[in-house]
């Protein structure tokens, strides 16, 4: 009877010891496994990273292609500078995607001018410029009074119609209504205030924005609104952001402006307007060269529109944003860069690899 017992003891002893070697031979499996995964997952990630450096050093020589050349003749050796920029140009591709193949690697990625937003900048720029022209008259002696005095007139309408602008841009983007619009708008001028150093101890660093994301902080503005996607009755939202900039010298470029943008030009565009500049602008041969031919080839485009909106446009660009995104497998990065196309060089000034 003993000896039964004993043989049972050393069977349950048995086949707790095989179970326990199971267990921790099934563990090492599963932790080589993903040490494997791991590193697979790594390997691809270092060649998607690569692999968007080098988007982006192509994406910039299409740029850099297009301010070698001239506008009119696109002689590459031309000491003429580009004066105007359109869908037709190398970086644009006519809106069409830039693919790159690099080994296992795929890239597809936009090259668009931040020309075509509006200026989210020009909300703030009139005051401060208003300031130092407060302290200079401080400064000059009285013969000189009158002409200062009369600029911040000049200066404050501007603003009111910038203040215009961006108001009209949420509600026709945002669907918001006038006082909802007001409100966002003055909580994000108070917000760049701030990031400019007009509060002392808060922000003292003076420094702009970087990235419009910044404006979730701005009182009244949410993310659904800022970004787009999914408001709380679930219908799908555009978010404005697409259609802002802080990086632009200041003027609209009606050569890639959407719709929405120059419909916030002026409470006189009409979509009918709108539409008969994309119109036109589709042909190589009528792209604008200069705004003044804006109300020459568009009919629509009265002396009255023209005149409330020929210091908000441009023709030019010189701010470009390039995304991309690059797969390997299953595993995906994606890049953001802003650039600055200054004379006939180009420089980077945001990339963001993520």
Same mark, same amino acid.
């Given at each position: 009877? +003993? ?5 049972? +003891? ?31 997952? %790594?390997?691809?990630?270092? %060649? ?23 506008? =009119?003749?696109?002689?590459? !050796? ?10 037709? =140009?190398? $970086?644009?591709?006519?809106? %069409? ?9 795929? @890239?597809?990625?936009?090259? *668009? ?21 407060? !302290? ?14 009369? &600029?911040?007139? !000049? ?17 026709? @983007? ?34 702009? *924005? ?12 949410? %993310? ?7 408001? &709380? ?10 259609? +802002?900039?802080? $990086?632009?010298?200041?003027?609209? !470029? ?17 979509? =009918? ?37 020929? =210091? &908000? *446009? ?7 944003? +390039? ?30 690899? &993520?």
């Amino acid at each position: 009877m +003993i000896k039964k017992a004993k043989k049972g +003891i050393a069977l349950v002893m048995v086949l707790m010891l095989c179970t326990i070697l199971v267990v921790v031979v099934s563990e090492f499996a599963y932790s080589c496994k993903v040490d494997a995964y791991v590193a697979y997952n %790594q390997a691809h990630d270092l %060649q998607n990273r690569y692999a968007l450096i080098s988007f982006l050093n192509r994406a910039i020589a299409r740029i850099q292609l297009d301010a070698l050349a001239d506008n =009119d003749n696109q002689d590459k !050796n031309s000491q003429k500078e580009k004066t105007y920029d359109t869908i037709f =140009d190398p $970086w644009a591709l006519q809106g %069409q995607k830039l693919e790159v193949e690099l080994g296992d690697t795929t @890239v597809e990625g936009f090259i *668009i001018d931040e020309e075509r937003k509006f200026p989210l900048l020009k909300l703030i720029e009139k005051e401060k410029k208003s300031e130092n022209k407060d !302290n200079n008259n401080q400064n000059n002696n009285n013969n000189n009074n009158n002409d200062n005095n009369k &600029k911040p007139n !000049n200066n404050n309408k501007k603003k009111v119609s910038y203040k215009k602008v961006f108001t009209k841009l949420l509600k026709v @983007v945002s669907k918001k209504d006038g006082k909802t619009a007001e409100a966002m708008h003055d909580g994000i001028v108070a917000w760049l205030k701030e990031k400019k150093g007009k509060m002392k101890e808060k922000y003292p660093t003076k420094v702009a *924005i970087y990235s419009l994301k910044e404006l979730l902080f701005a009182k009244g503005i949410d %993310q659904t609104t800022l970004l787009g996607g999914e408001d &709380k009755k679930k219908r799908k939202v555009t978010g404005f952001a697409n259609y +802002i900039t802080i $990086w632009s010298q200041g003027k609209v !470029n009606i050569n890639t402006a959407s719709q929405q943008v120059l419909l916030s030009l002026s409470d006189k565009m009409t979509p =009918d307007i709108a539409k008969a500049i994309i119109a036109k602008r589709k042909n190589r041969e009528d792209v604008f060269k200069k705004t003044a031919e804006l109300p020459q080839k568009v009919s629509e485009v009265t002396k009255n529109v023209f005149g409330e909106i020929q =210091d &908000k *446009i441009g023709v030019s660009s010189e701010y470009f944003r +390039i995304t991309a995104t690059a797969k390997t497998e299953n595993v995906t990065k994606q890049l953001v860069a802003v650039v600055h196309r200054q004379e006939k060089k180009v420089y980077t000034i945001y990339c963001e690899i &993520k």
